[in-house]
T-cell receptor, first 110, second 115 residues
Framework: GIQVEQSPPDLILQEGANSTLRCNFS?????LQWFHQNPWGQLINLFY???GTKQNGRLSATTVATERYSLLYISSSQTTDSGVYFC????????????FGQGTELSVKP | GAVVSQHPSRVICKSGTSVKIECRSL??????MFWYRQFPKQSLMLMATSNEGSKATYEQGVEKDKFLINHASLTLSTLTVTSAHPEDSSFYIC???????????FGQGTRLTVV
């Protein structure tokens, strides 16, 4: 089955810094999503981005489907950005289930 | 975006008892829902696919008799952890696909502790 790999596994930033999180996937996908898991465990949808670039405030994401990777950019990071960021890939012919990467744990220090 | 509601958010139960977790799509219908499990500091692993009107599809290694799934209606799926043991303690979270089976939406999750 498809493999989803995220890097880096951990990241520590000073407040105000920028960062790039990467997600590689081993096969063509129909859907790629980025999530932020808050300290209570809830998954917050950040981007649904099977291809192209999207921006939402200080966050933006780019997926290059032909090269099988996606990037999540966080600019001017804030302490509230701390948490775990997951990317997840979906392939329709596998029943519509999401395959998650291992996550990037981000810690933003004041 | 679509809203998926999951209850309870936290439950503590004694070994040997059963616990039911509900997952509801509040503003849309979901013929398919997914149940995931997450251990501390780990990623989400799919347990099973819940199908309205038919049996659930379980991932390899997941005991179907232990984790009973019922998709009672187009807006409700339930996961029952039967004869719970401490090793079943985990974070369980459900999801439902949005329109055209594209973006997935997740419930708030249930933190189960078996004592």
């Amino acid at each position: 089955g498809i493999q989803v790999e995220q890097s880096p596994p951990d990241l520590i930033l000073q407040e105000g810094a920028n960062s790039t999180l990467r997600c590689n996937f081993s096969d063509s996908v129909n859907n790629l999503q980025w999530f932020h898991q808050n300290p209570w465990g809830q998954l917050i949808n950040l981007f649904y981005i099977p291809s192209g670039t999207k921006q939402n405030g200080r966050l933006s994401a780019t997926t290059v489907a032909t090269e099988r990777y996606s990037l999540l950019y966080i600019s001017s990071s804030q302490t509230t950005d701390s948490g775990v960021y997951f990317c997840a890939a979906l392939i329709y012919n596998q029943g519509g289930k999401l395959i998650f990467g291992q996550g990037t744990e981000l810690s933003v220090k004041p | 975006g679509a809203v998926v509601s999951q209850h309870p958010s936290r439950v503590i139960c004694k070994s040997g008892t059963s616990v039911k977790i509900e997952c509801r799509s509040l503003d849309f219908q979901a013929t398919t829902m997914f149940w995931y499990r997450q251990f501390p500091k780990q990623s989400l692993m799919l347990m099973a696919t819940s199908n309205e009107g038919s049996k659930a599809t379980y991932e390899q290694g997941v005991e179907k008799d232990k984790f009973l799934i019922n998709h009672a209606s187009l807006t409700l799926s339930t996961l029952t952890v039967t004869s719970a043991h401490p090793e079943d303690s985990s974070f369980y979270i459900c999801s439902a696909p949005g329109l055209w089976n594209t973006e997935a939406f997740f419930g708030q999750g249930t933190r189960l502790t078996v004592v």
